[in-house]
């Protein structure tokens, strides 16, 4: 018997009440004016969303941010371009696979059509969908707790459009990889150093510089010129490898969970997310550097 799912607020995070307006929603939202953090108990482990929140919207009904949902729940998360331009998100776990559209409320599990009540919406760099769909599909018992309606952020939208997103998190790793993930399925053009086609260092480059940061042209540069070596690479440090055995011949961004973004001449030919694991990185990985931004 599955073990129920029960929200608690961590131990001194306190919620001092913010109040903004939204632009791109016409929203009103309270937040914190401090570090957020919400724990879950789920399978009875603690999970904790830290900065990125699930949301209630009009008041009552929960939205989670699908990104962290899926990293605090250890399942494997893709991120997908379409031909139409819109992003295709598939999160699974051993048992469930589940594939939802931006701007869709069409679902598939594990290859059956399923419909949302609502389509992936954005707000504030992450993408979000009902958390009572994601209770459905993965079989997840929720005992409801109150007292999170007055602490979790809330939102009323007066439009409801739906973008790519990743975590909202302020620091510099998280902007660069919310810049990064914007520009799955680009793709690899020979030399290309902008949005219309990338080459692996034009990639990391116009990624970077987007941050306020200037890196060398070349990957065997971006190599060269970083001094900090770091043995087991963090989110948002840059990940090399040498194809020849010699010269540096590709360059990405780390992502975590072993995996890396970055511009693939390979059968992708297009900017996409790898595990380091693959046969071809293993063999050709050379080690990590940090920027400092």
């Known amino acids: 018997m599955k073990a129920a799912l029960r929200v608690t607020l961590l131990a001194g995070a306190l919620f001092g009440s913010m109040l903004w307006m ?3 929603y016409g929203s009103t939202v309270y937040a914190s004016s401090q570090d957020k953090s919400v724990t879950m108990t789920i399978n009875e482990q603690q999970v904790t969303f830290d900065h990125t929140l699930p949301i209630l919207e009009s ?8 990104r962290e949902f899926s990293e605090v729940m250890n399942y494997d ?4 371009k379409t031909t139409a331009g819109d992003i295709q998100i598939t999160m699974s776990n051993e048992e ?25 919406w954005n707000y504030n760099g992450s993408t979000y969908i009902p958390f009572r769909f994601l209770i459905d599909q993965y079989g997840l018992e929720y005992t409801w ?19 790519v997103s990743v975590s909202s998190s302020s620091s510099f790793s998280s902007k660069v990889l919310n810049s990064a993930y914007s520009y799955l399925g680009v793709p690899y053009v020979w030399g290309g150093m902008s949005p219309k086609g990338f080459d692996c260092s034009g990639f990391v480059g116009y990624v970077f510089q987007k941050n306020g940061v200037g890196l060398p042209r070349t990957a065997h540069d971006m190599y060269k010129s970083l001094t900090t070596s770091v043995k087991a690479p963090e989110k948002g440090d840059l990940v090399f490898f040498s194809a020849s055995g010699g010269r540096i011949t590709h360059v990405g961004i780390y992502t975590g969970n072993n995996k890396y973004i970055h511009a693939s001449s390979g059968k992708a030919y297009s900017v996409i997310e790898s595990s380091l694991s693959s046969d071809w990185s293993k063999k050709t990985y050379v080690g990590a ?5």
């Open 22 to 24: 939204d632009s791109t």
């Open 59 to 66: 008041g009552n009904t929960m939205y989670m941010p699908i």
């Open 77 to 80: 998360l893709q991120w997908e």
């Open 96 to 120: 469930t696979s589940l594939t939802l559209t931006t701007g869709s409320k069409q679902a598939a599990v594990n290859g059956q059509a399923v419909a949302m009540n609502d389509k992936p």
């Open 145 to 163: 707790d109150s007292a999170l309606l007055n602490t979790l952020p809330a939102i009323t939208r007066m439009d409801g459009k739906a973008q």
């Open 289 to 293: 550097k940090r920027v400092n931004g």
